[in-house]
Nanobody, 126 residues
């Protein structure tokens, strides 16, 4: 059974930092791209960042570029999202996601991802 489990969310003041982690199991994602998405109340799920299987290629949403960094550790089957200079508008539930097929690369389309975690809440206070 494929599982993706996020952790590291919490409450932080604007300007602060958090590091999200995603532990994967049940499947070897080391040769697949992985991504982070988020969903705020009343809004659609939106793309945050994605990383290629080897980690050399990354793709960020414009709203987080320069503040967030996605990385992965294939040996530990883990995905990370370092979030700095957080803003109240970053408040959302954050999800990690993985595709069933190769070739997704660093897609920003949630429909390209088949496996999702349960999400972790990030709340940024002003």
């Amino acid at each position: 059974q494929v599982q993706l489990v996020e952790s590291g969310g919490g409450l932080v003041q604007a300007g602060g930092s958090l590091r999200l982690s995603c532990a994967t199991s049940g499947r070897t994602f080391s040769t697949y791209a992985l991504g982070w998405f988020r969903q705020a109340p009343g809004k659609e799920r939106e793309f945050v960042a994605a990383i290629s299987w080897i980690g050399g290629n990354t793709h960020y949403a414009e709203s987080v570029k320069g503040r967030f960094t996605i990385s992965r550790d294939n040996a530990d089957n883990a995905l990370y999202l370092q979030m700095n200079s957080l803003k109240p508008e970053d408040t959302a539930v954050y999800y990690c996601a993985g595709p069933r097929r190769r070739g997704v690369h660093t897609s920003s389309n949630p429909s390209d991802y088949d496996y999702w975690g349960q999400g972790t809440q990030v709340t940024v206070s002003s």
